[in-house]
C-alpha cells in the first residue's frame, strides 16, 4: 500500500510539473499580442524580447511591477503576476533565439549615430552586442522603440532606475538619440 501512495504521490508531481511547464507557455502566450510570436516583435515601437538576458529582463518585470520603472502597461499588467511567473516568463524569453529586426532606415541619420555612440559603447557595444550577460542586445532592436524608450531616460520626471543610462541619455541631444537609435537598429 505504501508503495502505490508513493507512486500516485511521483505521478501526481510529475502533473503537477507538466502544468507548470503549460501554464508558463499559456502565459508567455498572453505576451505575442504585443511583443510577436515567442517574442520577436513585427512593430516599429514595441521591442523584441526573444533573447535578451534573463535577470535584464526579470529586473524589469520586476521594476514595471513594483512602479520603479515607467510603463504605460506593463507595470498594470505585471501586478496580476507572481514574482516566480515573472522569473519563469524572463527564463522563457531569454532562451529564445534573439532576432534582429530588418527595417528601413535613414543611411544619414545610422552615420551620425556612428558618430555619436561614445556614452553607449561602455554597455552596448560598438555592435550593439553586449558581453556582460545583463545587458538587452541592442542589435537590430526597432528604431522607433529604442528611440522612444531613450526619451524616457531624457526626462528626469519619468521613473527609469538606470541612473548610467540616465546619465548618458541627457547628455544626447534629440537628433542624436534618435540616431544612435537607427545606428544600433542598423546592427545585424
Avoid at 501586478?79 to 531569454?94: C, E, M, N, P
Wanted: charged residues 20%.
Amino acid at each position: 500500500m505504501g508503495i502505490r501512495v508513493a507512486i500516485v504521490a511521483f505521478l501526481a508531481g510529475l502533473g503537477t510539473w507538466a502544468h507548470a511547464a503549460d501554464s508558463i507557455e499559456a502565459l508567455a502566450n498572453t505576451c505575442n499580442n504585443c511583443h510577436g510570436v515567442n517574442g520577436v516583435s513585427v512593430g516599429p515601437t514595441m521591442p523584441s524580447i526573444a533573447g535578451l538576458p534573463q535577470a535584464y529582463l526579470t529586473n524589469v518585470m520586476l521594476e514595471w511591477k513594483s512602479g520603479t520603472r515607467f510603463s504605460a502597461t506593463m507595470g498594470r499588467l505585471l501586478k496580476g503576476y507572481s514574482d516566480v511567473q515573472i522569473a519563469d516568463l524572463a527564463a522563457h524569453f531569454a532562451k529564445q533565439r534573439w532576432v534582429p529586426q530588418a527595417q528601413k532606415l535613414d543611411e544619414a541619420r545610422v552615420r551620425l549615430g556612428a558618430q555619436s555612440l561614445k556614452r553607449c559603447e561602455k554597455c552596448h557595444g560598438n555592435d550593439g552586442l553586449p558581453r556582460d550577460g545583463e545587458t538587452p542586445p541592442v542589435n537590430g532592436q526597432w528604431a522607433g522603440y529604442l528611440y522612444l524608450e531613450s526619451l524616457k531616460y531624457h526626462d528626469e520626471a519619468v521613473g527609469m532606475s538606470n541612473r548610467q543610462m540616465r546619465g548618458a541619455m541627457k547628455r544626447l541631444r534629440d537628433e542624436d538619440l534618435r540616431a544612435v537609435a537607427d545606428y544600433y537598429a542598423s546592427q545585424k
